[in-house]
């Protein structure tokens, strides 16, 4: 019963907003015809900015090195060379996705403030939550385009790797595409869902402070399993701060599916469907506090 | 007549930051009123830290006054259709450092929602007004100070605004580039703008605008035009080559003169100009030759000493 109400919180909530949506449209409607190209040029700049400040082509450059770097591992079974990519690959591509979701995220809002260049963009007809969606579109954008490079690259490797490999008679090179597809875009999730929560840090402090509360959230998010079990075994006051922490905090080790694609256990779809419902709530409710803590934010 | 419309004001604005240290904080503005006409030059001068920024970033919504009200062409900065009337120049020129004046032109006349062909005309037409045609590739980051600044003055026009906020325009420019920054001022001014501005320069403040509010400790110490601060006429000063005795003498007896020491004659505040033609013409009767006559309007330097002075006095 409980995990089915686990389940279906999710759901209510994305229903619950669609509903609030659809009857508060003749409120924003009009202001959406003004709001979409504003947030559009606002992520357009921020996507210009990272292209120009070239720290995704050295992210990039660096996965592509360590996912080369894999196909040396000859002295191994197919399928335990495959499994050794896959994982490595996976690994790769959310520890660097994480870095660069951390590094670009936390920079965006915090940056222009210090710099003082939200001075010339806010005195324009831009309103303080376009401001915030756009960046979060941005970084949205730019992590999109390192996850599908890194990705490829990983699938060229695996595919380049199976017609090279020669198979044993009890080992197959297995590139398990799909699974691989699926883990990435989950990774890709989890990013999505980290970034609006360091986006939501970022209106409130500075960037040093964004980024350490960036990592924790990352480092707890990954270790929830851990922390629903310490609350389990905890009373008092300890039970009380673990169970918020596993409520309030993304679980953003339901978006892993790094062990499943490598070891070639089947993926429960609806077990990331699950994720990604709660990861848009989690989006949306913390894009929506964002733009609140912007708009009464002296710049 | 018919007043000008009233296109900024400010009443009773007040800005206090709170501070961790003193329960009271920091007033960086008190009390202050403010209220500008339409194509008129306003500009408020005063010493660093006396609250010009402060008041500018609370007109254009970046900060939140602690009391009082602002309104821009009737309505709160909040309206949008209120930003899509005004220009601002920010300080110290900040904008995106790697990207070159085309890019960043593009990029804020975007932000009023005109399409890509109008953008371009645009820009075009601000790079050339500014006499940045030849650099418009050149990154920001790689731009002089003086070449910055006529950016930023470029990406505040470019929806062609009614009121133009400028912050210390020429703040940190060598003097070439002040005179290049104040004739675009100049021109701006020609083209019917309202302009607010806020400097230390004086004599540039001096040459450009209408009307001056002096600022000083978050509140307005002094306001009018340069004529009504400088408080009515001032002694005449006429210089001659060495008079004789006996004409110096005939000339320390005429109306309204003060003082004849050698050459130098000093006439009070009250002299006209008939009894200032009137010594003139003695002067020459006598042989003397003039050398120049002076009737010296105190500077903006003046006004702002006197007006710091008596607040400073006053506070005491």
């Known amino acids: ?14 229903i619950l907003i669609a509903a609030i949506i659809v009857i508060t449209r003749r409120a924003w409607v009009p202001a959406l015809s003004h709001s979409v190209p504003s947030i559009w040029r606002i ?5 210009a900015e990272a292209r120009r400040r070239r720290v995704v082509h050295t992210v990039i450059i660096l996965v592509i090195v360590i996912l080369l770097s894999m196909t040396f591992f000859s002295y191994l079974s ?6 050794m990519i896959i994982s490595s690959g996976l690994t790769a591509i959310t520890v660097f996705g994480i870095l660069l979701s951390i590094f670009i995220a936390a920079f965006l809002i915090p940056h222009e403030v210090e710099t003082r260049t939200i001075y010339a963009i806010l005195s324009k007809p831009v309103r303080r939550f376009e401001f915030v969606l756009g960046k979060y579109v941005g970084a949205l954008i730019v992590l999109a385009v390192v996850t599908v490079v890194m990705t490829a690259v990983l699938v060229v490797v695996l595919l380049v790797q199976a017609r090279l490999v020669p198979s044993t008679p009890d080992s197959v090179f297995n590139p398990n595409l799909g699974a691989v597809l699926f883990a990435a875009f989950m990774n890709y999730c989890a990013l999505a869902v980290l970034t609006s929560l360091i986006i939501l840090i970022s209106t409130m402090t500075s960037t040093t402070m964004t980024v350490i509360s960036a990592f924790i959230i990352w480092t707890v998010g990954s270790m929830q399993s851990t922390f629903r079990d310490l609350a389990e075994k905890a009373y008092g006051g300890a039970k009380v701060l673990l169970l918020v922490i596993y409520y309030v905090v993304p679980k953003l080790e339901n978006f892993d599916f790094r062990q499943e694609a490598a070891n070639y256990m089947p993926i429960s779809i609806v077990g990331g469907w699950h994720a990604v419902l709660l990861g848009a709530l989690y989006v949306a409710i913390a894009l929506v506090i964002a733009g609140i803590f912007f708009n009464d934010r002296q710049v | 007549m018919k007043t000008a419309e009233t296109v900024l004001q400010v009443k009773g604005l007040t800005k206090i930051y709170k501070s961790l240290f003193t329960s009271a904080g920091v007033k960086a503005v008190d009390n202050l009123n403010l209220s500008i006409r339409r194509g008129e030059t306003y500009s408020i001068v005063g010493p660093n830290g006396s609250g010009k920024t402060t008041t500018l970033k609370i007109l254009l919504g970046l900060i939140f006054p602690t009391a009082g009200t602002t309104s821009i062409f009737g309505k709160s900065i909040s309206d949008l259709s209120v930003r899509e009337r005004i220009g601002f120049l920010p300080e110290d020129a900040y904008l995106y450092d790697c990207f070159n004046g085309e890019e960043l032109l593009d990029f804020y006349a975007g932000l ?3 399409p890509k062909k109008k953008r371009r005309q645009l820009v075009d037409e601000l790079l050339a007004l ?3 045609q030849a650099n418009r590739k050149v990154p920001f980051r790689e731009c002089s100070k003086g070449m910055r600044q006529r950016l930023a003055l470029a990406q505040a026009l470019v929806n062609d605004p009614e009121l133009l906020i400028l912050d210390e325009p020429t703040s940190g420019l060598d003097p070439a580039g002040r005179h290049q920054m104040t004739l675009l001022i100049l021109e701006m001014k020609k083209r019917g703008k309202t302009l607010l501005l806020c400097s230390h320069f004086l004599a540039e403040v001096e040459e450009v605008c209408d009307r001056v509010g002096v600022m000083y400790r978050g509140s307005l110490v002094a306001e009018g035009t340069l004529q009504e601060l400088a408080g009515g006429p001032t002694q005449v000063r006429i210089t001659t080559d060495k008079l004789q005795p006996q004409a110096m003498d005939a000339i320390s007896r005429m109306a309204s003169v003060v003082t004849v020491e050698g050459g130098a004659i000093t006439m009070g505040a009250e002299a006209t100009n008939s009894s200032v033609w009137t010594v003139l013409e003695k002067v020459n009767e006598a042989g003397g030759e003039v050398l120049e006559v002076l009737r010296p309007r105190p500077t903006l330097q003046d006004v702002f000493v006197k007006a710091i002075g008596a607040s400073a006095e006053e506070n005491q």
């Not at chain 1, 995990?3 to 999710?10: D, G, H, Q, S």
């Not at chain 1, 197919?78 to 499994?83: A, H, L, V």
């Open chain 2, 112 to 114: 009023f929602g005109y």
């Open chain 2, 130 to 132: 500014v006499g940045m």
């Open chain 1, 78 to 83: 197919p399928q335990e060379q495959s499994r």
């Open chain 1, 1 to 14: 019963m409980s995990a089915l109400l686990t389940r279906l919180i999710p759901l209510i909530g994305l």
């Open chain 1, 43 to 47: 992520a357009g700049i921020t996507v």
